[in-house]
Every structure is written in structure tokens, then in C-alpha cells.
């Protein structure tokens, strides 16, 4: 669609899409099932401008800031579009010194000056998902909740046993490096190095410690020792009792949030989807606690629980046929929102705020959703599903159309009555906009549809008062294939029945403010004249 | 807030906002409340990018495209931020063309660099709802059901009685023009005067023509006589008797439309909420029939149905309350948004497309909902209703908390282990982050948020299996006011009997892609290994 060779470029942006159709549905089922769950543990939400002050936004990304978007100098305030909502989130925290806690998720596009690959997913506008806790609790109680979230929301999209929640803390990393001999100067650069281990084998990882960053090679092999090692509690056991560490006030106390996080975590039952991984540092400076990041099939090269990653980075014998587009991703191990092949990353980072602030610091923890790359996975492992080929784009539950023979006049009055008696009684209703449509080709938009219903108006029925309902689809044979007949006077009754939805309640109707709807509460408002 | 003079400025950037609050949960349902109309008359929603390129901007707007946002040129195409919603529709139509026929709806932010009056709702960035239908239909039905649908949308905001659609026809206007002798060269300037009579007398209007715009007296009178009307059927059956009208081709058709129209209308049954108001005209250049703008409770001087408006723009004796953001409104005449005063606005486009594709014509009609003064009104609306001053911002169902005396413990793991199991019903459930929370504390947080019910664990209740839960808020005196002993086992059955929903039920469950949930429709992937 690029290619066009017209005066006048007919296309989005590079690095854009427009979304649409079957995609858009299950982008909101997506939305609407991550946004159940943030509300089952009682988040509320804020919506923050797509674009902030550019110096709200200097000095957070490092060197990821040239891929900043900014607005052109039109006069008036420079602006940048934001580039992702945990800055932002920060910033209204800071401005908004009252609010001491809060628990909120947002859900909404950031932007990205990156050179895009489309068909990995990766696009210069794009949908983040964001929830975070910010306050100050009792230890670690925030960050248990925020894994048991994660729990929940890969358990409604149904990835039950098909992921993994990675977990580390950067105290324990940060002990390491102490405890191992990493000079000051260089944590950073190690600590990058360590965070490639879930794509590189461990080879590949020292020889960048050792070689490109000058660290000692006794150093890097103490290191190996330990961010090599994944397992579950009985990992933290291990290290609990590692006397090195323990002497480290630093590792000393990340393993002591870990001991009652997995305590936490076996109260809330999700410790079984939990790998306690050492080589995860995440690449963001803010971080200051517990570290996390949701794998699932294919997201990166498997290996079995425990075993050093020696062997990783070597292709499988058979790639999975539905991460061919996890697969092969570029490092983006700087990237705020997701890890290498990653489907949700986060952490505790509770200095964030205080850097606009000044005075006040809160406590904050939170996890990303990246939203577009389990929409990629959803959608692949739909179409995996030959049920879910017929996905509809629309919710219509009854089609209104009209037949008759030598003189039919298309009967528009009466099926636009019809028509607005269904939706009146809140049900979904379509009609031809055709004064004379022909039969099959309103069953034919019904079909295509996939309406499940059609009231069918001819003048011999409606003479007697009646008219037929059938459910469309039944197979030759079906006693009810040619459908039945109903009394006009029952339509609603009859159609609701059939949809199975209470009589005369809508969806809009059935709740508002406070139970209340939106029509009843206005009502209420004492009149003014 | 922008006042600050820190070396860093905390603020948004000037005409944005962020939704917090009360603010963002009213602003969501009334997003819900239109979302279900729209979906009530098969319509489905497409997203387009924020940014579009440049080109696909440029002449569209008229001399309102100064207020276009650009992005800084980076290197690469050079982009602006959407305007509205209508162009990127269009542009998408045109790139899509074997989608023949569509009703879209889409709410979005919009951009435009307007001199920004918060307290009068005009911002830089806000919300627009639009619906369109494209596609070649019989005359004027998609018209009547865009009318129909907007009724709908007010009817569920609890509107009924407070509005008027105001209906005219660009080509009733253009014979108008014609059969009186505008010269064609004066056309547009005389309609966008016209245009003006919703606030200003007609003396003005006519002064405005003849002084500023050059038009012969008599022709401004002759005009007068027509556009100062307004009324109902009434009104259509006396310009369908008007001889000069019915010679001029332009005026015929249009008065064919407006009859057919208001058949439709009454058979949809919201003729009732239909003003024919001939001094319509509305600012885009691209309508090319109908045109409606919707005006509520003193979003515009109010005259009686049919009257002429010599004496509007006068004040009224009393100004309504809550209609102080609305009122005293600048000239947005050229706003494709929404009109002067008006909170919705459209008509039929039928050669936009066109612009885009140069190939094929797909006709047009649709609306765009001002939400932002939606919301706005709204707010005012609840505020004024005692009741809605507790509107919840999260929608917790119940807060599990714990008491007990000296040695206590605070029963962390139990309340964890409650608030779990609730989870997992999908009941919306908080607990206090302190280990040993007090119970005033607890009481206060579940009070604060409104919290319907409490679940009260207490040593000696545990012991026996069971557990209290208490209904907040019952008056003193009450039989249950201090909670009822419950059996363990049964917590669930219990909370979901009180909370009224049924059990096992979590709303991301109940539906999903074709009312299978996503949880489902994963699990019945065929396993690849």
C-alpha cells in the first residue's frame, strides 16, 4: 500500500495501522478481559494527554530518547507525544500531591521513533497497558497482588500452563555484582550484559563482560555462578543459606523480599507460575525492588527448570508454528514495555516519583501489558480454532426482512416498526434500507453477519396478526428450518426469549453511576426553571 | 497550575486535561451508554492512527487548518495530528474499497490548536464520537436511522424532553439562494451568515449580508422571509405548496428528501424531537443534504417552536443553571464537531470520499456527539442530584478485613486466602496492605470507596469455621447492623447471593468472540508441538 505511485500517497504513517474488523473485536474482548480483572482488585483509571511537555519526558529514556516524537514548534509550549504511560503516570502523581496512593491502570497508545517491523509486532504507535500501585504498605504486600493480577488476567485469556512469570530483584543482582568484584563504574554495563542470557548462552554473555567490557574473567565466572541459576523456592532456600551473600547487606535484604513474596505468592496459589530467574535485570535504570517479566510458548528458547542456559540461542529443532512472530525479535531489552519476547514486564520503582517532585517520594510498583503481542498470539491461536473462524464484527441479534409475491411493496413501514419496537426492548436489530429488497438478499446480509435471528414479515401473516421468527443456520430437516410463527403482540417477549436477555433491560439501562443509570440518575436532578 | 515557577514546570501542556476520578468513571458511562446504541443498529467500530500524513489533511479544513497540530520533521514523513474523525474515515474508506458499505462509529481524541477555554469546554485535546454510515441505500433511510439512533443516545443519557434536533437540507438552502438571486460568488458567505441566526437577530444577520457582504437589500429581505422559519410537518407542507420553491430543481429535491424524512421519522416515532429550523446551515463546505444539529436546555436563546427569531440573542430574564459552560459560547460555526451551543452535529456527505480515491463516490451520512460538553452537562446534571454526590470511583464489592484483641496477629494469610477465593468467583474484593491493619483503618478505607459489604474474620469465628459479613452502612438500630455469622464454606455463595450475581460468573467470562470466551476459545486450540 506504500508503493502507489499517485500524486497523492493514499496511506498511514510509517510504522501506523488502522485497526478494524475481526482484529478490532478481539483487540477490545482483549481490553475488556484485562480491564475485569484490574477492577476485581478495585484499580480505577486515568487518561493522560497523548502528548506532554517535552521536558517532562528528557532525561528518562537514556539513549532511547531519540526516538522521542516531538510536535512541530508551532509557537507556544515544545511538546512531545509520550512514549509510554509510566512517566506520565509519575507526573500526575507529583502534581496531584494529595492523592497518597493509588491503584490505576491505562490503557492507550505510546509512540516510538523506532524503525518499525510490522510483522514482529513492533510499530512506532502502539497500545500499552499499564497497571501500577503507588503508596506506601507493608512489604511486598502491593508487589504479591500485582504477580496474583498477572495470574488472572493470562488465566481469562486463557494461557493457563502456557506461561511463565520470571522474577528477580535488583538488590539481589546488585549484591551479586558487589559480592562477585564488579567495579562501580561498570555495574550497568554487566548488568546489561546478564539480561541477554534469556537469548544468548552464557558463552556469548561472558565473552561481552570479559572482551567489550574489560571486567576481570574471575569476576565474570563468579558471576556465572549465580545469574545462571533459575528454579523456585528452593533456589531462595539455596541462597538464603549462601553465606557470601548473606554477609551482603544489599542481596540480604532482596532475599528477604523474595522469602515473602513466594510466602505471598503460595497464599494467593500462583507460585507454580513463577521462575525464579537470576539472569533477569531488566533493562530500565528505575527499578529498585522485584523485577518481572511474563514469557508464554516461544516467547524465547525453552529450557528445562534449573538448567544453566548454556545451550540457549541455538535454534530448536521445530519452531513453533504460532511465535513466528516472538521469534527472532531484535533486542529490545531497553524497551519499558516489554522484554525480549516478553508479554509483560514491570517492577518496583520507588524513586520514579520523586524525580518531579523533589519533595515527596511514593512508593510505586507496576507491570505493562504489552497488549499488541498477545493480540498477535490470541489471534493466532484463534485462527488455530476452526470455530472461531466466523468471528462477527457486529452483534446484531435479529435481522427484520419482509417477502411476498406478484405486488409485494417491501412492507418498509412495517419492518422499520418492527425494527424499532426490537430495539426499543434493547435488542440488537437490522432491516434492509431498501424500500423493495429482494429475500435473498436479506438473508444474505443476515448470513454474512451472522445474525442469529430473522423476523420474517409477509402480508398474508401481519393480516392476521403474526409474524415468523427463525433461527437461522438449523440444518435441513429442523422442524423450526422454515421457523415459526408469533403473535405481533409477543414479538419482543418471543425475540428476548430466543436471545436469551431479560425483557426490557439494555445494556446501557442496566447499569450506570452507582447502579444507577445514567437516564434514572438525570431524572432525579430537581428542576430549575 | 501553570503558574508555578519552579525551574521544572509541572503541568499539562495548555488545552489538555487528565481524567481522574468521578470525572473518568461519568465520562465512561456515558462512552458506554453511546457505545450500546450504536452496537443496538449493528454499527462496529475502527481505530485509526492519532497522526496522519500531512497531505491527507491538507485542504480539508478551510482556513480552520491553522489550528492543525504538526509533528517536528524528524527525518522522515511529515505527519499532523488528526482533526477529526470524519477525514481519517474517509481517507480509510478510499484506501479500502472493497468495503462498499460500513457503519462505523469511533470515539477519539481529536487536536486543534484553538485558543483554549477550559471553563467553556474548548480544549486542544478532546473527545469526539462519531457515526457514519457509507454505502449506496434507498433515499434517505440511513438519514432517518442516524436520527433515530441520536434519540436513542440522548433517551439512555436521560435527555428525554431536554433537546431538539435541528433538521434543514443544504439543497432546500441552495434553491433558497438561488430563488431569491444570491450571486454564486456569494453563496457561501450568505449561508455562513445564515448560519449565525441562533444567536444573533435577524436585523443583525441582515446587516452582516448587506453592509459587510455586499448583498442588495431586497435579496436579504427576500432571503429573510425563508430562513427565519422553523417548525414541523407543517412547515414542510407549506414549502412543498410554495410555487417559487417548487419551480427551482435544487429546492424540489431537497423538500422530496425532507418529506420522505419525516415519513420515516414518524414511523421511528421521534418526529416529536424534530425542529425543521430553515436558518441551519452549518459550516463544512462538504454536506451535500440533510443537515441536523442538536441543541439541549440552553445551548441556544430558546424562542417558541415556529417563531422567528427577531428576538433571540437577547438575554434571558434568568439564565439556567446548569447551562453556565454553554452559554456565551464563541463563534464555532466553522467546528465540524459541533455547532454553536449545539452537543451533536452532522449531515450527508456524499462526495468526500471522492476526494481521497478520485475513483469511486461512496455517499455519506453522519453525526459527531460534542462528548466533552456531553460530559460536561451531565456532570452538572448528577451534581445537582444529592444522591450522585457519592459516585464510586472503583467498584469494589467487598473489603475483607480482620479484628481481634491482645495478641493478635492481624490474620494476613487469612485474609489473603478470603480475598483469593473471592477472586476467583469473580467477586471485585480489596484487603488492607498492613499486616496488622486496625480495624477503624479497615472500616474507613471500605467507606471511603463506598464499599457495599464487609467481610469481618475474627480469631474465635475462624476457629468455628466461620466468618461475619456485614452490610455497610446499615442504619443504627438495624437487625444485621453489626453482620451475620456465615459458614467458611459457604463465603461465596454468600457474597454473590448479596452482591446479586450469579455464581462462578466473572464478567470477562461471560462473553467473549461469539459468547465463547476467550479462555474457552484458546483451550479448544488443536495442540502443535
Given amino acids: 500500500m506504500g508503493k502507489e505511485k499517485s500524486s497523492f500517497q493514499l496511506k498511514v504513517p510509517k510504522g501506523t495501522k488502522d485497526w478494524e474488523g475481526k482484529d478490532m473485536v478481539i483487540r477490545d474482548k482483549i481490553f475488556a478481559s484485562i480491564t ?198 528452593e533456589l531462595l532456600e539455596r541462597l538464603l543459606k549462601d553465606e557470601k551473600l548473606s554477609a551482603n547487606e544489599s542481596a540480604k535484604a532482596g532475599l528477604a523480599d523474595m522469602d515473602l513474596l513466594f510466602t505471598y505468592l503460595q497464599t494467593f496459589d500462583v507460585l507454580d507460575k513463577i521462575s525464579f530467574d537470576m539472569s533477569l535485570a531488566r533493562g530500565l535504570d528505575y527499578y529498585t525492588g522485584v523485577i518481572y517479566e511474563v514469557v508464554t510458548e516461544g516467547s524465547a528458547p525453552q529450557t528445562s527448570e534449573g538448567q544453566a542456559l548454556q545451550s540457549a540461542g541455538k535454534k530448536e529443532s521445530k519452531p513453533k508454528k504460532h511465535a513466528s512472530n516472538i521469534d527472532g525479535e531484535e533486542d529490545r531489552s531497553n524497551d519499558p514495555s516489554v522484554g525480549v519476547g516478553s508479554v509483560a514486564a514491570g517492577g518496583r520503582y520507588d524513586n520514579l516519583v520523586s524525580m518531579f517532585s523533589g519533595k515527596q517520594q511514593i512508593p510505586c510498583v507496576g507491570i505493562s501489558f504489552g497488549v499488541d503481542r498477545i493480540f498477535s498470539i490470541t489471534k493466532q491461536r484463534l485462527a488455530a480454532d476452526a470455530s472461531a473462524a466466523a468471528i462477527r464484527t457486529n452483534e446484531v441479534d435479529v435481522y427484520v426482512m419482509a417477502f411476498g409475491g406478484k405486488g409485494f411493496d417491501g412492507l418498509l413501514p412495517q419492518r422499520m416498526a418492527v425494527a424499532k419496537r426490537l430495539w426499543d426492548a434493547g435488542v440488537k436489530a437490522e432491516f434492509s434500507w431498501k424500500v423493495k429488497p429482494k429475500l435473498p438478499q436479506q438473508f444474505k446480509a443476515a448470513e454474512v453477519n451472522g445474525v442469529p435471528f430473522a423476523i420474517i414479515l409477509g402480508d398474508e401473516e401481519l393480516a392476521a396478526g403474526k409474524c415468523k421468527i427463525k433461527e437461522m443456520g438449523l440444518a435441513e430437516g429442523h422442524p423450526e428450518k422454515d421457523g415459526v410463527l408469533i403473535e405481533m403482540e409477543n414479538l419482543e417477549a418471543e425475540v428476548l426469549k430466543r436471545i436469551g436477555r431479560p425483557a426490557g433491560v439494555t445494556d446501557s439501562l442496566a447499569e450506570g453511576v452507582n447502579g444507577m443509570s445514567l437516564e434514572e440518575a438525570a431524572k432525579t436532578e430537581p428542576k430549575t426553571s
Fill in 36 to 233: 475485569d480483572v484490574f477492577k476485581r482488585h478495585g484499580a480505577v483509571t486515568i487518561d493522560t494527554p497523548v502528548f506532554e511537555l517535552k521536558e517532562i519526558l528528557s532525561g528518562k529514556y537514556g539513549e532511547d530518547s531519540k526516538l522521542i516524537y516531538d510536535l512541530a514548534d508551532q509557537g507556544g509550549e515544545l511538546c512531545s507525544l509520550r512514549y509510554d504511560l509510566t512517566v506520565p503516570f509519575a507526573r500526575w502523581l507529583a502534581m496531584n500531591s494529595s492523592i497518597q496512593n493509588i491503584k490505576r491502570y491505562h490503557i492507550a497508545k505510546v509512540y516510538r521513533r523506532d524503525q518499525p517491523a510490522m510483522t514482529k509486532g513492533r510499530m512506532r504507535e502502539f497500545y500499552q497497558c499499564d497497571f501500577d500501585i503507588a503508596g506506601t504498605y507493608d512489604p511486598m504486600l502491593p508487589d504479591a497482588e500485582i504477580i496474583r493480577i498477572t495470574c488472572e488476567i493470562f488465566q481469562s485469556l486463557g494461557w493457563e500452563g502456557r506461561y511463565t512469570i520470571k522474577i528477580n530483584h535488583r538488590k539481589i543482582l546488585d549484591g551479586i555484582f558487589q559480592v562477585c568484584g564488579v567495579p562501580t563504574d561498570k555495574l550497568r554495563a554487566i548488568s546489561s550484559a546478564v539480561d541477554k542470557l534469556d537469548k544468548s548462552p552464557w558463552a556469548e554473555v561472558r565473552r561481552e563482560m570479559t572482551e567489550d567490557k574489560g571486567l576481570d574473567a574471575e569476576v565474570a565466572e563468579r558471576i556465572g555462578e549465580y545469574v545462571t541459576l533459575k528454579g523456585g523456592k
